[in-house]
């Protein structure tokens, strides 16, 4: 069982920056792909980016292509989502997620999740 914690949220102007963090906790015997969602009110869960358990392939949601970045720090057990440019439709709560079976933007694929962290961009 894994328990990940995010953290790194808050409120930033239009085209500012933010670095989430999401630390994995536990014992596990398989690799594990993470994912970053997000879910701002009365819309559906996104999936904003994912990468895989060696960090060697990742991928964004084409809303995000070019602003953020996701990484991961294997010793700390710790990914990244670092947010560029960050624009109001940013505006959301922000999970990260593992899958032990390789990255999707389908939220039902994975089996852990934090409790968030909430963005807020706004002027």
């Known amino acids: 069982q894994l328990q990940l914690v995010e953290s790194g949220g808050g409120l930033v102007q239009p085209g500012g920056s933010l670095r989430l963090s999401c630390v994995v906790s536990?014992?596990?015997?398989?690799?594990?792909?993470i994912g970053w969602f997000r879910q701002a009110p009365g819309k559906e869960r996104e999936g904003v980016s994912c990468?895989?358990?060696?960090?060697?392939?990742?991928n964004y949601a084409d809303s995000v292509k070019g602003r953020f970045t996701i990484s991961r720090d294997i010793a700390k057990n710790t990914v990244y989502l670092q947010m560029n440019s960050l624009k109001p439709e940013d505006t959301a709560d922000y999970y990260c997620?593992?899958?032990?079976?390789?990255?999707?933007?389908?939220?039902?694929?994975?089996?852990?999740w934090g409790q968030g962290t909430q963005v807020t961009v706004s002027s």
């Open positions: 990468i895989s358990s060696s960090g060697d392939s990742t």
């Open positions: 997620a593992t899958t032990y079976r390789g990255c999707s933007s389908w939220s039902g694929r994975y089996e852990y």
């Open positions: 536990g014992f596990t015997r398989d690799s594990y792909a």
